[in-house]
């Protein structure tokens, strides 16, 4: 069964760890072809909402749909349609960059697999270090393999949680004009960052999380830095 | 679909480890060590204490195989691939299987340098029933390792990981380790029990399925935090 979806609904949302509250009724939708991006401080709850949008964490409260399919229905199918990048990479450093990316191709039973990971070293610009093992990469050339294997299955939904942490300048420009081409093909993107300069770069909506609580979610329209300035600042006591 | 993932998974594990050899050389140095302080405090002139040698191999096992749930979980909690796996569209089953065949082969590696041992330092004949002793070492590993992987999956991001696994895993596993340790004694006696180790294997082999069953029915949700 082939899923697909043009939406992803999060409504009132929460998610607790022990009597921590780590989410607090977060109700947001983000569309294809959009950038939605996740902004808050330390421990504001974004990592725990882009793990539950990633099926790897259960809510407590609230659901999330993506277009008809519930998160209590979500099976391998769903999965299928699902990206993510975590900044801790996901990628075996004992194998090489090529290996890690058959893994993954064959793990998600894709088709085309010499030519899809040959494409995606090329995304990567490794193709020239594609048998060379990940552990001797630098933190830049993981980062864009992490990515190209997130990518690898041509997920609907991709989640990638502080994408920009360690890389230099001309790779958070690969990475952003990367992320543009994504979203011109219609894919839904949802980022984490504290970046504010790469924010207003790409983002079109953006949702200011802080205690757990979504205290705004507004268009981006470049003017981000006074957004969340804005959002954080009313709200602190 | 299910058994292509586990062989994946499996052969993925292989290879890492064969590249590294850290989870390898660190269990078998370990088993080897235990063995060889038992062999000094149990055998007295050339004669072991009765039953001593089953006993040895079993706690042997064990503590190489706690060691090497540890590593091997504690590799794919580094880059946090454990999430990239639950994520792949593939039965979430199927990498359990996976884990566990990568860790029963492993254990079976180690038990292969560790049988030549005890049978040389504790004078047992383990050539006497050579199938059966691969039967009951196959099975109780199995047994343990199902139990182990599991626990293992389900601590990897837990803080006391290190001490839990232990705690939870022996008291559930004592049935399996008895009914090896019984079951390879009455292998080492002179003359061999065949009758007697056979029960024994038959009793592990129920264990087997009652754990890697229970196992298959209990990962996938147990690994939704």
């Known amino acids: ?79 299928a349609r699902l990206g993510f990048l975590s900044h801790d990479l996901h990628l075996y450093p004992e194998l090489t960059a090529r290996e890690n990316l058959r893994f993954f191709a ?12 040959g494409e995606a070293l090329a995304h990567a610009g490794l193709s020239e270090r594609g048998d060379d093992l990940v552990s001797g990469f630098s933190r830049g050339m993981r980062q864009r393999l992490a990515l190209e294997r997130a990518l690898l299955h041509e997920p609907r939904l991709l989640l990638l949680d502080e994408p920009f942490t360690g890389l230099d300048d001309a790779s958070v420009g690969a990475l952003v004009a990367r992320l543009r081409a994504l979203r011109e093909a219609g894919r839904i993107v949802v980022v984490v960052t ?44 | 679909m299910f058994f292509r993932v586990a062989w994946l998974v499996m052969r993925k594990d292989l290879t890492v480890e064969v590249r590294s050899r850290e989870i390898l050389y660190t269990t078998a140095f370990f088993a080897v060590a235990c063995v060889l302080v038992f062999s000094f405090a149990l055998v007295k002139e050339g004669r ?44 979430r089953a199927a990498i359990y299987v996976g884990k566990l065949l990568g860790i029963v082969l492993l254990l079976l590696v180690v038990e292969a340098v560790l049988v030549p041992l ?28 199902a139990v182990g992987t599991l626990f ?26 008895i009914g090896g340790v019984r079951g390879t004694a009455a292998l080492f006696e002179l003359p061999p029990s065949g009758e007697v180790a056979g029960m024994w294997m038959a009793l592990l ?11 298959l029915w209990t990962f996938e949700p147990l690994m939704t935090e």
């Open chain 1, 1 to 79: 069964m082939k899923v697909d979806f043009e939406e992803v609904a999060v409504r009132e949302l929460s998610r607790h760890y022990g009597r921590r509250r780590a989410l607090w009724r977060v109700s947001l939708t983000c569309r294809a072809g959009e950038v939605l991006g996740l902004l808050g401080p330390n421990g504001a709850g974004k990592s725990t909402l882009l793990a539950i949008l990633a099926t790897l964490l259960a809510p407590s409260a609230g659901e999330v749909r993506y277009g008809d399919i519930g998160l209590r229905d979500a099976g391998p199918a769903l999965r």
């Open chain 1, 106 to 117: 064959r793990l998600y039973g894709l088709d085309r697999v010499a030519e899809r990971v």
């Open chain 1, 194 to 237: 504290h970046d504010l300069d790469v924010a207003e770069a790409l983002l079109d909506r953006l949702a200011v999380l802080k205690d757990g609580r979504l205290v705004a979610l507004e268009d981006a329209s470049g003017r981000i830095r006074e957004h969340y300035r804005a959002s954080i600042v009313s709200r602190t006591p």
């Open chain 2, 48 to 91: 072991p204490l009765e039953d001593a040698a089953a006993g040895i191999l079993w706690i042997a096992v064990a503590f190489a195989g706690t060691l090497a749930l540890g590593r091997t979980f504690e590799r794919e909690r580094h880059s946090e691939t454990l999430r990239a796996l639950m994520l792949a569209p593939s039965p």
């Open chain 2, 118 to 145: 005890i049978g040389l330092l504790f004078n047992v004949p383990i050539l006497a029933r050579p199938l059966l002793l691969t039967g009951l070492l196959a099975a109780g590993t199995v047994g343990f390792a």
């Open chain 2, 152 to 177: 293992a999956a389900m601590l990897v991001r837990a803080r006391s990981r290190d001490v839990l696994l232990p705690v939870l895993l022996y008291p559930i596993t004592i049935p399996v380790v």
């Open chain 2, 205 to 215: 082999l129920f264990f087997d399925v009652v754990f890697v069953t229970l196992s």
